[in-house]
């Protein structure tokens, strides 16, 4: 049965049951099709609801009135009364079966979800793929966690620990990358072959309770605490199993236990550099898709994707000057954004939001244009000039807080623009589904209190070090 005949259905049954007149082998079928979608439970749970209120105000009003047949009011009322129990009974079931739909974990198989974030305390999202909140259903996602801890449980039972800072990128039921920072992971008894992959190779579990930390240089730090855990080094194949309360330093050539790995401390070979949009020749700009309807404030950067009105819709461009950076190799950069209210447009209006951010390298000796007059870009990009650096996911409702974009395409921007002029550029890719949405807003160089879009640049000090392409997942 299609879906529109499963509603139509679903509706028809309803309808019967808050009459009376649904019979008894149809209750089951009309508490299936209602279990089957929250939208319909929801469905359920209002009508039902506003048919018992109306169900007692018709009890009320008559109770009001003087009446020549009581008996026959008296059978009314009690049938109508039923009718109420039964609705309101019901209603509750559902209210109290939407509850649990929501916060079960293994609420249905028709999606591509297979685990749960199932606890966060203090996190702080860098940014994701996907909207973080407790009880959110986990597919495919790249998760970056600045700081707390979140705890994910798999639907085969495995769970996954997050301590931030840390990036991990959940491939499948059975399959997780680490980038960096630390999980703790413990698998059900009985269950082998969870594997979580590092810059420098694989962890297959065989059982077990282990921790892994992945260093700035991509070194991973392997402790099993029950069980075993087999390693193996991507470029060598060298492969070790390592046993309960064991552990050892999963390295780009070799597997070494810990007393013969010393640490090199990132101070001794890295310099973090930030440049700002006001530095040099840098600036920064919002645009207006229609310049003659620009309105918003100066001191922050608006984007928006408009559902009907287009000539409200706004990007962001960034300029940023790479001039002043030493000539040693770039190893990792990061743009950082803070967002803030714009007072413009109602949060509530617009959903879940994804971003892309375009980047570009200008020649630093040619005449670069104001940004004021940059022409407006139209969506999608397809243009030699510029390349998809990242794409970052605003939950709805969230206007405040800093967004930290690490990918290894901003890298690659970075080394090909060092001692040069690169250019960001910022879309919304989501466009609002009620007008009068939401203008989110991130603050400029000029905001009084806040900071502004800022590049993070670390290069090596060691003078022997090359430009290595960053990890690519």
């Known amino acids: 049965m299609k879906p529109q005949d499963d509603d139509a259905r679903f509706r028809d049954l309803r309808d019967a049951f808050l009459d009376g007149r649904l019979k008894e082998d149809e209750a089951s079928e009309l508490e299936s099709l209602t279990m089957a979608s929250e939208k319909r439970v929801r469905e359920f749970s209002e009508v039902a609801g506003l048919h018992g209120e109306l169900c007692l105000l018709g009890i009320e009003g008559r109770d009001s009135l003087a009446s020549n047949e009581p008996e026959n009011q008296t059978t009314n009322a009690s049938s109508t009364g039923q009718k109420v129990a039964l609705a309101v009974g019901l209603t509750a079931t559902l209210l109290v079966a939407l ?48 700081s707390g801890f979140a705890s994910l449980r798999f639907d085969n039972q495995t769970q996954v620990n997050l301590e931030g800072p840390a990036e991990l990128h959940i491939i499948d039921a059975m399959h997780c990358r680490l980038a960096s920072g630390t999980v703790v992971v413990t698998v059900r008894d009985g269950m082998r072959g969870f594997v979580v992959d590092t810059p420098n190779g694989r962890l297959t579990d065989q059982g077990t309770s282990f921790g892994v930390s992945v260093k700035p240089a991509g070194e991973a730090m392997v402790e099993v605490f029950d069980g075993k855990v087999d390693l193996e080094v991507r470029e060598t194949g060298q492969t070790q199993r390592l046993t309960e309360r064991s552990s050892a330093w999963l390295l780009p050539q070799q597997i070494l236990p810990p007393s013969d790995y010393n640490v090199p401390n990132d101070t001794d070979f890295r310099q973090m550099t930030q440049i700002i949009t006001a ?11 229609d310049p003659n309807e620009r309105k918003g404030p100066e001191d922050l950067l608006l984007v928006k994707k408009s559902d009907e009105l287009h000539e409200f819709d706004r990007q962001i461009r960034l300029r940023f000057d790479l001039r002043g950076l030493e000539n040693q190799p770039i190893q990792l950069g990061s743009l950082q954004l803070t967002a803030t209210p714009s007072g413009l447009g109602f949060a509530s209006r617009t959903p879940d939001s994804t971003f892309s951010v375009y980047g570009r390298t200008l020649d630093p000796d040619t005449d670069l244009a104001p940004l004021t007059a940059t022409p407006w870009i139209a969506p999608p990009i397809d243009n030699s000039d510029w390349s998809l650096v990242h794409r970052f996911v ?58 502004g879009p800022t590049l993070r640049i670390w290069q090596s000090l060691d003078n022997n070090a090359t430009n290595q392409s960053p990890n690519k997942d």
């Open 99 to 146: 509850g649990l739909w929501k916060t079960s974990p293994v609420r249905t198989s028709a999606d591509n979800t297979f685990a749960v974030l199932e606890t966060t305390v203090e996190c702080l999202w860098q940014t994701s793929t996907i909207p973080l909140i407790e009880g959110q259903r986990l597919g495919e996602a790249r998760l970056q966690l600045a």
């Open 279 to 289: 530095q040099g020749l840098g600036a920064d700009q919002w645009i207006q898709r």
């Open 394 to 451: 605003i939950p709805k409702g969230v206007q405040s807080g800093a967004h930290v974009i690490e990918s290894p395409q901003l890298v690659e921007l970075l080394r090909r623009s060092q001692n040069g002029i690169i250019e960001l550029l910022i879309v919304r890719d989501t466009q609002e589904t009620l007008g009068g949405g939401l203008v989110h807003a991130f603050a400029s160089s000029r905001h009084e209190t806040l900071p």
